[in-house]
């Protein structure tokens, strides 16, 4: 049965995404196994490279998940030397999150390997299907992040 026909015709879009999602993720953690790492220990390195400082919350709200799974995942890292934690600087309550030098190199050693099998995985897609497809969930994570901020109350942010 081809996901077409379980989606039906007009397939939901959160179906199908959450099913590309599901692929891919599965897919993805192979290939990680090999280094050591999650998923969501790869995006955090990831996004600590990008943007050192990060509290748990601001993790956490990046990759979809709790705090408290965000802070356990972090603390594997952390036990591993890939991450360490420094007090935020005008937040008593939080801490930043710092990317060490092993946690940039195996996330720089991995991030070779995702690549490769995401281009495997995206084999028969022409260039400009490729394009289209990432323009699009760019904009509709853009658009859906904007929503998420404007539904949370005051106390949430």
């Known amino acids: 049965m081809s996901m077409s026909d379980k989606a039906g015709n ?8 959450r099913h590309v999602w599901l692929g891919m993720r599965a897919a993805i953690e192979g290939e990680l196994a090999a280094f050591g790492l999650t998923v969501p220990q790869f995006a955090t390195l990831m996004m600590l490279e990008s943007s050192p400082g ?7 709200r990046a990759c979809g998940s709790t705090r408290q799974a965000a ?20 937040d008593r309550r939080a ?12 996330f720089h050693k991995a991030k070779p390997a995702v690549r490769r099998r995401e281009e495997e ?3 028969g897609l022409s260039p400009e299907l490729r394009r289209a497809a990432r323009e699009w969930m760019i904009e509709l994570a853009s658009a859906c992040t904007v929503q998420e901020w404007e539904l949370r109350s005051p ?3």
């Open 54 to 60: 990060m509290s748990i919350a601001e993790v956490a």
């Open 10 to 17: 007009d397939g939901v879009v959160t179906f199908l995404v």
């Open 71 to 90: 802070n356990e995942m972090v603390a594997g890292l952390q036990a591993h030397g890939f991450v360490v934690r420094s007090p935020h600087p005008t």
């Open 155 to 157: 106390s949430e942010t």
């Open 95 to 106: 801490q930043q999150l710092h990317a060490t030098e092993a946690g940039l190199e195996v």
């Open 121 to 123: 995985l995206e084999n």
